[in-house]
Nanobody
Framework: QVQLVESGGGLVQPGGSLRLSCAAS????????MGWYRQAPGKQRELVAH???????NYADSVKGRFTISRDNAKNTVYLQMNSLKPEDTAIYTC???????????????WGQGTQVTVSS
């Protein structure tokens, strides 16, 4: 009933920038938290950043000062602005959200399909 669709991934040179978007659609009453995870080859999935409905943010130490997460509650969309990209940022980036579909239902976790980010010369 809830779908997360990411966009904005691609190939970029070191030091470049990309802006990822994730739009949630379907039956949505409230999105408590939206975040971005990433998984590189040979590594476990890790949290990159997340943002609450109150716009409180958290970042992985590896991206602090370079990435900025934001959200547009009216559009049910979360963004990840990635600057000063490094080769080690190469990964599949996946959107995550904790969604309450109605006031009568509990909160469930949803995942997007992922978008590839490649940082290479």
């Amino acid at each position: 009933q809830v779908q997360l669709v990411e966009s904005g991934g691609g190939l970029v040179q070191p030091g470049g920038s990309l802006r990822l978007s994730c739009a949630a659609s379907g039956r949505i009453f409230r999105i408590n938290v939206m975040g971005w995870y990433r998984q590189a080859p040979g590594k476990q999935r890790e949290l990159v950043a997340h943002i609450t409905s109150g716009l409180v943010t958290n970042y992985a130490d590896s991206v602090k000062g370079r990435f900025t997460i934001s959200r547009d509650n009216a559009k049910n969309t979360v963004y990840l602005q990635m600057n000063s990209l490094k080769p080690e940022d190469t990964a599949i980036y996946t959107c995550n959200a904790l969604v309450r579909s109605t006031r009568w239902e509990p909160t469930y976790e949803y995942w997007g399909q992922g978008t590839q980010v490649t940082v290479s010369s």
